[in-house]
């Protein structure tokens, strides 16, 4: 499976920018879609996480209210709606699939190329 990520750029605080992620394969029902972003100097870590088949969603409490993640499983897509944006959510994101529910990034077996945000003062 290859995802392709994209709609990264540059926002200024309190703006929103949308992230995509399109998978190359069918997503089956048992997986998870996930959102991950890592600044530099920190590790990686989830901002959002979906389960394909009935689409639970789950988040840190760092960015609660702010991201949304959702899926379109005809286009085997999965979006980051991040709103409210702020200088700490600047970072590489990444989307990710796992075979079962995980936050962990260590969990998740295929990768997209990654997308930077940049989010100025």
């Known amino acids: 499976v290859q995802l392709q990520a994209s709609g990264g750029g540059f926002v200024q605080a309190g703006g929103s920018l949308r992230l995509s992620c399109v998978a190359s394969?069918?997503?089956?029902?048992?997986?998870?879609m996930g959102w991950f972003r890592q600044a530099p100097g920190k590790e990686r870590e989830y901002v959002g996480v979906?389960?394909?088949?009935?689409?639970?969603?789950y988040y840190p409490d760092s960015v609660k209210g702010r991201f949304t993640i959702s899926r379109d499983k005809g286009e085997n897509a999965v979006y980051l709606q991040m709103n409210n944006l702020k200088p700490e959510d600047t970072a590489v994101y990444y989307c990710?699939?796992?075979?079962?529910?995980?936050?962990?990034?260590?969990?998740?077996?295929?990768w997209g190329q990654g997308t930077q945000v940049t989010v100025s003062s």
């Open positions: 979906i389960r394909w088949g009935v689409g639970n969603t």
């Open positions: 990710a699939k796992a075979p079962s529910f995980a936050t962990a990034p260590s969990q998740y077996n295929y």
């Open positions: 394969m069918r997503i089956y029902s048992s997986a998870v």
